[in-house]
């Protein structure tokens, strides 16, 4: 059975860290690029960080430059987001998503607030 299962989530104040973190299994996680999406009340699903299957390269959305970091871990079928300088506008679901070729798959989504 194919799962991607995120983690991680909490409430924050603007300024703060979280790491997410998503693990996969039932496939071969270490074949697949992995992104992370987040999504807020009310707005479109938007990529936020990619990483290609070796952690070779890596891509960022311009908002999330300089304070997110994604990694991957293949021995541990695990793929990381450490967000830092937390803002009130990072506030949404985060969602991994494993994609090859013309397969994806989606974890269910971790919540993420940043408010005061």
């Known amino acids: 059975q194919v799962q991607l299962v995120e983690s991680g989530g909490d409430t924050v104040q603007p300024g703060g860290s979280l790491r997410l973190s998503c693990v996969a299994s039932?496939?071969?996680?270490?074949?697949?690029?992995v992104s992370w999406y987040r999504q807020a009340p009310g707005k479109e699903r938007v990529l936020v960080a990619t990483i290609a299957r070796d952690g070779g390269s890596i891509n960022y959305a311009d908002s999330v430059k300089g304070r997110f970091t994604i990694s991957r871990d293949n021995a541990k079928n695990t793929v990381y987001l450490q967000m830092n300088s937390l803002k009130p506008e990072d506030t949404a679901v985060y969602y991994c998503?494993?994609?090859?070729?013309?397969?994806?798959?989606w974890g269910q989504g971790t919540q993420v607030t940043v408010s005061t």
């Open positions: 039932g496939f071969t996680f270490s074949i697949y690029t």
């Open positions: 998503k494993a994609g090859r070729i013309l397969t994806a798959y």
